[in-house]
């Protein structure tokens, strides 16, 4: 089975154009058939500032009504995905900017208005997913970078989650390759003690996980990205890595397996 | 030697959204390997005067510097052409949005800063376009949907003439496609009198255009036009046609040939 990398970066990363170069010229050299998703960044809330667009939030989390829909669509489908793309391009990486509405390739559900109508925000099916099309570019030598911009297939582009769109390609891909998922953010891994950076965890396997959560060990965020992980775990993905972007082609990270 | 059809549509289209809907639907009909072009439209210099981003012009003709060169990828790679890749895919279109830097596939030189620095625009080189790119896309069914950003191969994004970019492609297209390029508009095709919308001239040669520029009835905008179209029949195109965007499955049009 031929293998397949599914990377993810984070706003934090895109924010910071130097972090971002040094990032994009690592994902260049990583060998073999790969794909990216890139997370929105502080250029969206900026934007919105800008134009007087009300931010609108429950519970700290962003509804996107239809204002909100066009800012990011333009935001993460058009400034960053483009620029990224331009910059892998000039590294000689042969990478093809999409959308979840491109080539169909990750069709979502517009989240329930009940209890909470959080506007345009798009839930992916990973069974639906267009692996016909991703496996065309992929055998083309393309890189596929994705922007986490779904749609709904009745005309409505939708808000979607990075990590979970990252998660459910590699779920979706696992089916034709053996995948590997990769999350990059600005910690070596996950840490047993948030506040040392050097007690990063080198393996957690599904056991494991579950002594951490039950020791309140594994807290806020990193709860959500790996259970996510595991989720990927579960239906297929072989493996789950946790590290800094700055250390994608070194192995100091966390490694997750079942 | 297998047909694909080029047809591009301006701004004025963009901007209407039931004239958009209804050439989508039109577009989707139209039978065979198929590439839609799409102009910019007035949101660009709506969003443009909302963030109090000063427009630039000489002559008459806007100069893109790097404010509106991010202001415009959000807008024709972002908004614009993920909603056009949405309602395509919803008529059952399987759309791939791009621009010029994804698959490399519309490489372009930005022009000289002298005498006059008109930003970051691009010209297209018609024989580095990315062919095999395009075919890979085609002979997957798709049908690619290009906005007039490209890159400079050396990490920058550039504005490009959507009309330049769609005759560039169709040259390009003409070494393994019988190609025909279809420019759509809001007229009926060339006007013999510009005050008559009935007087559209039915077919043009490359002689009949020397006397009709010589009588001085082909004016304005209309002049770069089929200077482009006649460019690219020049280098292959089979056939270029010029038509109001509502007609563009019926025989009703100006055709040129050379």
Chains 1, 2 share one sequence.
């Not at 099309?133 to 030598?141: I, S, V």
């Not at 992980?229 to 072989?238: K, N």
């Amino acid at each position: 089975m031929k293998k397949v990398k599914i990377v993810k970066i984070g706003g934090n990363i895109v924010d910071k154009p130097e972090a971002l170069e040094r990032f994009l010229k690592n994902f260049h050299k990583m060998e073999g058939p790969k794909i990216l998703i890139h997370g929105g960044g502080a250029i969206a809330s900026k934007l919105s500032k800008d134009l007087g667009i009300e931010v609108k939030m429950h519970n700290g989390r962003r509804i996107t009504d239809f204002e909100t829909l066009k800012l990011v669509t333009m935001v993460y489908a058009g400034l960053i995905n483009k620029q990224i793309v331009a910059a892998l391009q000039q590294n000689g990486c042969m990478a093809v900017g999409l959308s979840g509405a491109d080539g169909n390739s990750v069709p979502a559900t517009r989240r329930a208005a009940n209890p909470i109508d959080w506007g345009f925000v798009g839930d992916v099916e990973p069974e639906k997913i267009n692996v016909g099309f991703l496996k065309t570019l992929l055998e083309a030598g393309c890189t596929p970078v994705f922007c986490a911009i779904t749609h709904d297939s009745n005309g409505s582009l939708l808000n979607t989650n990075a990590d979970t769109m990252a998660s459910s390609l590699a779920r979706a891909l696992s089916a034709k390759y053996s995948t590997s998922l990769v999350y990059c953010f600005e910690k070596d891994g996950v840490l047993a003690d948030p506040d040392d950076d050097s007690s990063v965890i080198p393996y957690i396997d599904r056991e494991s996980y579950k002594s951490l959560l039950a020791d309140g060990r594994i807290v806020g965020g990193m709860i959500p990205k790996l259970d996510n992980a595991f989720a990927a775990l579960e239906y297929g993905v072989e493996e789950v890595f946790i590290k800094h972007a700055d250390n994608l082609l070194v192995q100091k990270e966390t490694l997750l397996k079942l």
